[in-house]
């Protein structure tokens, strides 16, 4: 249950006179207009949107009927039918049953909608609603169809006109700029094609499509003898930079930390990307697009942002280009850190961002006018005066809109939470440097609205269930309620006991009110790189740690991010309970076998969190015995966990690690990707022998595999160091563990050790032991673990 609560996010908003807030009403229909027009034929939609039910559910493909039909059209049709309840000239769907097809003892379904999204929704919905199922990612437990009755026996829609559903708002965003490295950087064609499938099922429509972008800009500035006459523009331009692959090399990252090169943040860290990466990701690329595309989609196809190569100082050397700072390397080393900005003012500014918007348009065949570019994204710009603000924002619009006269620049909102530089003159001077209607700023902190911008995903099915609902939904839902069926259609049967334990945990885990940011850096996958005499304890003794912790540090500082406990842990251990009691009749269920790893997982966890701090006090009192034995206990904790996680392959660092390989091309590359892998999860960007680095733990990954073999043995050196403190009555030596962390770090980057692909053990069986062993009061051992 890693679920990162959205924090407040403080706008400050400008006045805006209500001519110019209907003029962008007026810009965006027009676009969405444009996308209309330029949508793929209803015949490709229909047949994508047939695809993803064959995907699906192969055995009802003669049950689901799709028709794709004008908004204008549904709005008549609908009016005529229900005269306060129509389209409205909107986006929606309707399920009904099937006027002409359908035959006695037969039942078959007819699905219209305004997009080949649209109708998959309706699919979607219907399977939902009528059917009671389920769809998840396969790693969170896959979906749940078996409810689905048999073709020819479906449910019929009662009402003779069919239901109808409409979106409140056109598009329904989905990702975020980082996403692409934490969660797809690994993916092929067929991870794609499945989650293109849970997209449309979604509602997704507004998706942004990053993969391959790095080769779109080795052509940009690479000169390129292959290109069309047509591009007389961009082939002038590339003549002019005529850059070589290694002037390249270093402007990249690895394959896992594309995201933030791509925003400026850092260089050449895990690369050079060897050629058949660039080649292999445009392929692929191509295929995601065409795929959006067939299903009416918007994707979003990046913009340039003014980050340059270090080459192009030298090949234009009277151009304004500065070096931004540093982004939380150690030392500063400009090998890595410290990018280069082009500045926009300089006339190279608009053309690069021209020519990498043509070059995309040349090498996808179109696009849906929606460019993303985030201006720095966790960097400080160089200058705070509000017209070279301005003068930027500006820039890069134009950039955009010479290659594509219809674009709209979409920007995320983060910048403005994250960094103080932005204060209210210098937010108004980048939000008013666009024409009105041609910039959307997306809130990622936002508590109401459409759409999902989470950093990684395959976790926490629920709330992605809930979310993609409100992309269809004009009233506030009772999530008591909906909670309620959300069980009863994940596991495919409703049982009461589920039920409590799911109200429990919407009442605890799912109820953070307090505000807070960053909840689950728990002590096993965080851990503290801090001196224990800093770390003050006033542990509280009441039953099942009911409280939370009452452990203070000293001075903050950047080596430790406390846990952060929002909700009563008993209560928490109560609905694992509940889940466990219900077992015996749910043991088949792969959606509810995920639930329970991942609900005893979070309680041990958190159990783990007490007994480090138990070992701190051990260790405060001079109790080398007590500090020895409760160190022990907890990895102890750590090696069960590990086996827990094992039970399921949504916990697996396995196929993290086995994927990356599969992309490779040859040992070496093999060797690097993996490499990739295993350092993003880790500690990445940069350290030396005795300091880390600030980006380290940053995947939060409860993965088996990875806490048996880098989380357990870390844990295992700082209590060494805590023991022979002790022992030998002298100051913890934190630079000596330190030292052996980061050694042990990137030598565990390095290794080549083959783990599990696949699941082993069962999981209700060892989540009843580990409950038995440390929650269970009645037992002596768990009674003991808790009393110490």
């Not at 229900?82 to 909107?90: A, L, M, S």
Request: glycine share 6%.
């Amino acid at each position: 249950m890693n679920l990162q609560v959205p924090a407040i996010f403080l706008i400050f908003i400008f006045s805006i006179p209500s001519s110019t807030a209907t003029a962008g009403v007026d810009a965006i229909s027009r676009l969405i207009q444009i996308q209309d027009r330029e949508r793929a034929p209803p015949s490709v939609q229909e047949a994508a949107a047939r695809g993803v039910l064959l995907r699906l559910l192969p055995s009802h493909s003669s049950s689901f009927h799709f028709r794709i039909v004008s908004k204008e059209y549904l709005s008549i049709l609908l009016s005529l039918l229900w005269p306060t309840k129509q389209c409205g000239g909107e986006y929606c769907f309707v399920i009904k049953n099937h006027p002409s097809l359908a035959i006695p003892g037969d039942s078959q379904i007819l699905i219209e909608g305004t997009t080949g999204v649209d109708i998959v929704s309706g699919l979607h919905w219907y399977l939902k609603h009528w059917c009671g199922s389920h769809i998840s990612w396969d790693k969170t437990g896959g979906s749940q169809l078996f409810s689905v009755p048999n073709a020819g026996i479906l449910p019929r829609v009662h009402h003779a006109a069919g239901v109808s559903v409409q979106r409140p708002i056109p598009w329904s965003y989905y990702q975020n700029a980082v996403t692409s490295s934490y969660s797809f950087a690994w993916w092929d064609w067929e991870r794609w094609e499945k989650e293109i499938d849970w997209m449309a099922l979604q509602g997704v429509n507004l998706p942004l499509a990053f993969t391959g972008q790095e080769a779109i800009w080795q052509k940009v500035f690479q000169l390129d003898l292959g290109l069309d006459s047509q591009a007389d523009f961009i082939l002038n331009l590339q003549e002019k930079f005529n850059m070589s692959i290694s002037d390249l090399d270093d402007f990249f990252g690895g394959p896992a930390f594309l995201a933030w090169s791509r925003m400026g943040n850092l260089h050449g860290w895990g690369g050079p990307l060897p050629q058949s990466w660039f080649d292999q990701q445009l392929i692929l690329q191509k295929k995601i697009l065409a795929r959006m595309y067939e299903l009416g989609m918007t994707p979003v196809l990046p913009a340039f942002s003014g980050n340059v190569p270090a080459a192009l100082k030298f090949i234009f050397p009277s151009a304004k280009i500065t070096r931004l700072g540093n982004w939380f390397s150690v030392k500063n080393d400009l090998k890595w850190c410290c990018t280069y900005l082009l500045d926009a003012t300089d006339s190279l500014f608009i053309e690069i961002g021209r020519a990498f918007i043509e070059k995309q348009l040349q090498e996808y065949g179109r696009t849906s006018h929606i460019y993303n570019c985030d201006t720095f994204d966790e960097n400080t710009p160089p200058i705070d005066d509000p017209e070279y603000i301005s003068s930027l924002g500006a820039a890069i619009f134009k950039g955009m809109q010479s290659g594509d006269d219809d674009a709209v620049w979409l920007m995320q909102g983060w910048l403005f939470s994250y960094d103080p530089f932005w204060r209210p003159p210098q937010m108004k001077a980048l939000l008013h440097s666009v024409p009105v209607g041609k910039l959307v700023v997306l809130d990622l902190f936002a508590e109401v609205g459409v759409g999902m911008s989470m950093e990684g995903i395959e976790q926490n099915p629920i709330v992605y269930d809930l979310m993609s609902e409100m992309a269809f939904q004009h009233k506030k839902i009772d999530v008591k309620a909906w909670v309620d069926m959300y069980s009863t259609r994940r596991y495919g049967q409703r049982l009461p006991l589920i039920q409590e334990g799911w109200n429990v945990l919407y009442h605890t885990i799912y109820n953070c009110t307090d505000g807070a940011y960053d909840k689950n850096r728990d002590v096993i996958v965080a851990f503290p790189d801090v001196d224990p005499s800093l770390i003050s304890v006033q542990h509280d003794r009441s039953h099942h740690y009911d409280k939370p912790s009452g452990t203070i540090i000293k001075e903050i500082t950047d080596q430790f991010d406390r846990p952060h406990l929002w909700y009563s842990t008993s209560e928490v251990i109560y609905a694992l309970e509940l889940f466990i009691t219900s077992g015996d009749e749910l043991s088949r269920s792969n959606t509810y076998r995920y639930d329970l790893v991942d609900l005893t997982r979070q309680v041990l966890a958190k159990y783990a969190n007490e007994l480090f701090f138990k070992v701190i006090e051990a260790y405060k009192s001079h109790d080398v015995h007590g500090m020895t034995l409760l160190s022990q206990r907890f990895l102890n904790l750590v090696e069960d966990l590990d086996t827990l996680l094992a039970c399921h392959d949504g916990f697996l660092l396995g196929p993290w690690l086995q994927s990356a390989k599969q992309l490779a091309q040859d040992e070496e590359q093999e060797r690097q990707f993996e490499w990739n892998s295993r350092t993003q999860i880790t500690m990445w960007f940069d350290n030396t022998k005795e300091e880390a680095s600030l980006l380290r733990d940053y995947g939060n990954k409860y993965w088996s595999g990875l806490l048996h073999d880098y989380y357990g043995p870390r844990a295992a050196i700082y209590f060494k160091y805590l023991r022979e403190s002790l022992e030998i009555s002298e100051n913890f030596k934190l630079i000596e563990w330190r030292r052996e962390w980061i050694k042990l770090t990137n030598e565990w980057q390095k290794s080549r050790n083959i783990f599990p692909v696949e699941s082993k053990g069962d999981a209700l069986n060892t989540s009843r032991w580990l409950f038995n062993k440390y929650l269970n009061m009645t037992n002596p051992e768990a009674k003991l673990l808790q009393e110490y």
